[in-house]
Every structure is written in structure tokens, then in C-alpha cells.
């Protein structure tokens, strides 16, 4: 059953993905110390935590791994950028297959409560709670291409820059690597004269829903679709509610979340 669940969480496709980019092992330079643990059983773990929620010191066994062992490498990990790349590398796959929708780029945030730790503040509509805020950008069918995490009561607005540079160049079918979709779309929140400027010379065309004038109706044609897409980071229960202190460890398993999200879409194309 132990075996049964490793696939599960860790299928060999994705492995075949992540396995290149770990970092390799470091003994430690006055020797000693334990034996090694083998890259995927301590990947699994990570994946494991991440998805049921549970705390690093209630790691089950069966993954062959201790819960001081587990944490470290992820943070080794995390330290070397290795969820940021696996998400690219997932990405990679899908708009090598033409499966990226590049008509028009959507984004939005939701609030999480968090218990401690950096990139925290005060959540405005949660009675002042302290909180993180997840913002995430996807393309036209929802599948996130790239995610942030800031304090809750960082408006949502000062995201938009950052998300579209952070943008990686990801590949197409045929001709070079692609990074720039043709629409931006955004709810009201996101609505400025500099945000609108901005876009156009970058050669981008706004699709931002203006105070007071464009209907809620109108935008959730499209709304939905991230709507969607942060629902699916939030089946993760590990993001349900921050719990890391750091928040360079929360935003690792948002983007180790973003990259499952995108290989379950991966997967569906090779069964």
C-alpha cells in the first residue's frame, strides 16, 4: 500500500521531470552522519505534506525518510530554486504539446489566514487576522504560469507588474520559446491609467474591468477559469492555512502546488 501511494503522489512521469533538476547530495565535510536517503522517497515526503496538510514532526514512516530529514532537504532545495524550476520544466512539456493558451493571460488573488511569519499582515476583510495572500497568473484555460505570495494586506494590484515579468519563456510547438500572451485580463481591482499604459507598451491589450462600468456578468466569462485555478492550488491542504514561518517555504509549496496543478493536465495527455 506504501508503494501503492509513492506512485500516487509521485507518478514516473513526473519524476522523469524533477529527477534532473534536484540538487545533488552534499555529505557533510566532517563526514559522519547518516546514510543518504534516496531523492525520491524525500521528494514524495514533500509531496505528501503538501497535500494532506499534516505537520513535518507527523511524516509517516512508510516513506522511508525521517521528519528532520525531510525538512532539511526542502529547505535545500527551496534554498537552490528547484520548485520554481520544476513548474517551468512542467510548462515546458505542456507548450512543447501546443497546450498553452496564450489568446489571453488572467489574474487574481485569494487570502489565506497564517498563523506567523514573514510576508504576513493583517487580512482587511477578515477582521484584521493576520494573513498571506496567494496572487496567481494562468493562461486563457486557467493553468497557472506563474504565482506569488505577499501579506494580506498588500493590495492586490502590486502584483500585476511582477506576475507578467515573472512570466518564464516557455516553449511552443515550432519557432522560439514563448512568454508574452495577447490579452491581460483582470477584475476592477486591478484598474489604472498606468496599468492600462503600461500594457499597451509592452504591446499587451488590456482586458481590465473598469469601476463602476463593466458588469459582473461580462467578466465572469473569463473570471471563473482562474476562479478554477486557485481552487485547485487550495485542494492542496498544506496552503488551506499558512502554517511556515518563512515565507520562502509557503511560497515553495505554492509552486510546487502550480506544478502538480499543471502535470495533472500534462498527465491526462499520455493516458
Known sequence: MAVDLARELVPDGLWKIAAPLIPP????????????????????????????????????????????????????????????????????????????????????????????????????????KKGSKLHVLSEAQGIPLAVAVSGANVHDSQAFKP????????????????????????????????????????????RIARPGIESGERLGRHRWKIERSIAWLFGYRRLAVRYERKGSHFLAFLGLAAALTCYKKLAKLTT
Open 163 to 206: 506576475l507578467l515579468l515573472g512570466l518564464p519563456a516557455i516553449r511552443s510547438p515550432r519557432g522560439p520559446r514563448r512568454r508574452r500572451p495577447v490579452k491581460v485580463r483582470a477584475d476592477k481591482a486591478y484598474f489604472s491609467a498606468e496599468h492600462l499604459a503600461w500594457l499597451r507598451s509592452r504591446r499587451l491589450i488590456p
Open 25 to 128: 547530495f552534499q555529505p557533510r565535510q566532517q563526514g559522519g552522519g547518516t546514510a543518504p536517503v534516496a531523492d525520491r522517497k524525500v521528494f514524495t515526503a514533500v509531496v505528501y505534506v503538501l497535500t494532506s496538510g499534516c505537520a513535518w514532526r507527523y511524516l509517516p514512516p512508510m516513506f522511508g525518510t525521517s521528519p528532520a530529514t525531510a525538512h532539511r532537504r526542502f529547505t535545500t532545495w527551496t534554498k537552490a530554486g528547484l520548485w520554481r524550476r520544476l513548474h517551468r520544466a512542467v510548462l515546458d512539456e505542456l507548450g512543447a504539446r501546443g497546450e498553452l493558451d496564450w489568446t489571453s493571460a488572467i489574474i487574481d488573488a485569494a487570502s489565506v489566514r497564517a498563523k506567523r511569519g514573514s510576508l504576513t499582515g493583517p487580512n482587511p476583510v477578515d477582521r484584521g
